[in-house]
């Protein structure tokens, strides 16, 4: 079991950042790929980005590829998701997911097994 907790989330204006945190606990952590969606308002949950255990390969949408980077610090049990040069629709709600140990990385949401509450993020015009 994986159970995580999202924090950082925020009210910003155009061109701020924003690093959202992703706490997790459970001794499958560190063996266990990750990612970020977001669902706006009336919209679906759609893939961010997603990191490997390792934390050497990480794939981005290409909607925030060069503003935003995914990491990890196992040895904290946490995931991080930098956001530079925010936009307006960048606003949504940001979730953290885990999939099950030893499983690749994924963009689809139906590949996780664990999520977040998640952190509201706005960023005004």
């Known amino acids: 079991q994986v159970q995580l907790v999202e924090s950082g989330g925020g009210l910003v204006q155009t061109g701020g950042s924003l690093r959202l945190s992703c706490a997790a606990s459970g001794r499958t952590f560190r063996r266990t790929a990750m990612g970020w969606f977001r669902q706006a308002p009336g919209k679906e949950r759609e893939f961010v980005a997603t990191?490997?255990?390792?934390?050497?390969?990480?794939y981005y949408a290409d909607s925030v590829k060069g503003r935003f980077t995914i990491s990890r610090d196992n040895a904290k049990n946490t995931m991080y998701l930098q956001m530079n040069s925010l936009r307006p629709e960048d606003t949504a709600v940001y979730y953290c997911?885990?999939?099950?140990?030893?499983?690749?990385?994924?963009?689809?949401?139906?590949?996780?097994?664990?999520w977040g509450q998640g952190t509201q993020v706005t960023v005004s015009s």
């Open positions: 997911a885990a999939r099950q140990s030893e499983q690749p990385t994924s963009r689809g949401a139906s590949n996780y097994d664990y």
């Open positions: 990191i490997n255990w390792s934390g050497n390969i990480q």
